[in-house]
């Protein structure tokens, strides 16, 4: 391993074997590490498609900076080997607004894209560790901000025709892959030694995305039609407020007409 791409102080300390994780992590070939002394993620197929990529979300830019990719899926799942909650993330927090139809996602989006804060609205129905059809998620700095948006946001949700008092919202820490990993959030014990190794790799760590083949407004109107056949498919018929029908050609029925039921004779 050459030396810019370990943090060997760290290794020493004993806690966390950051340069054995990664060295383990370009092996498998999880993480490419260039001639150049630079890193990065090795991406999948679906990357390619900006469609797709993120999870189908839409999103907005906000206050708060977001390293996600680098934070979660490069230092937490390869160099720290999901044994450690980075550094960086130690005041993330998230309010989550679980909806249950396409119609209430919209709304909520709308609501959440008012505010100053980062967010993204989109499909959660093929998540297997969430328990909602779509979210809309709005990030924070903090767990005092994340409240004060809360006690804003609610009176808004519980007002509108398409919300209600009956919509979850909660606010969380972090990402949920750590809690699964890691335990309750509460309890985690970030070790600021963390902040080094993180500063380290940030200046190694290259996110090496596509270049872009379209504009974001058409990504953006290319992931509602995602959402639109999402809806469809798991029979949420919100859908036909943004489609003018539906997504998919409904089958010739040739099923025989009921018939009436025989009175019996007198």
Not at 220 to 240: N, P, Q, S, W
Request: a positive charge.
């Amino acid at each position: 391993m050459p030396p810019t791409a370990a943090a060997p102080e760290f290794d020493k300390a004993g806690s966390l074997p950051v340069g054995a994780n990664l060295a383990r992590a370009i092996e498998r070939g999880f993480v490419i590490h260039r001639e150049d002394g630079r890193l990065s993620l090795r991406r999948g197929p679906a990357f390619d498609d900006e469609v797709k990529r993120s999870g189908g979300y839409i999103g907005k830019r906000g206050a708060t900076r977001l390293a996600c990719d680098f934070l979660n899926r490069f230092m937490f799942e390869q160099v720290y080997a999901r044994a450690a909650v980075p550094f960086g993330c130690r005041n993330c927090f998230k309010i989550r607004i679980a909806t249950r139809s396409l119609r209430a996602l919209m709304a909520a989006k709308a609501i959440a894209e008012a505010t100053p804060h980062a967010t993204k609205s989109g499909p959660e129905a093929d998540n297997p560790h969430n328990a909602c059809l779509y979210a809309t998620w709005l990030y924070f700095d903090g767990l005092d901000a994340a409240r004060q948006a809360y006690q804003a946001l609610r009176p808004l949700l519980d007002a509108h025709e398409h919300l209600g008092p009956d919509v979850g919202m909660i606010i969380k820490r972090g990402c949920s892959n750590y809690e699964r990993a890691l335990g309750p959030s509460d309890r985690y014990e970030i070790d600021p030694r963390l902040e080094a190794v993180e500063a380290h790799f940030a200046a190694l760590y290259d996110n090496v995305r596509p270049r872009s083949a379209m504009p974001k407004e058409m990504v953006h109107k290319l992931r509602m039609l995602d959402l639109v056949a999402l809806a469809f498919r798991i029979g949420d018929e919100t859908y036909k407020d943004f489609a003018p029908g539906p997504p998919y050609p409904s089958p010739v029925n040739y099923t025989p007409p009921a018939q009436a039921p025989v009175k019996p004779s007198a």
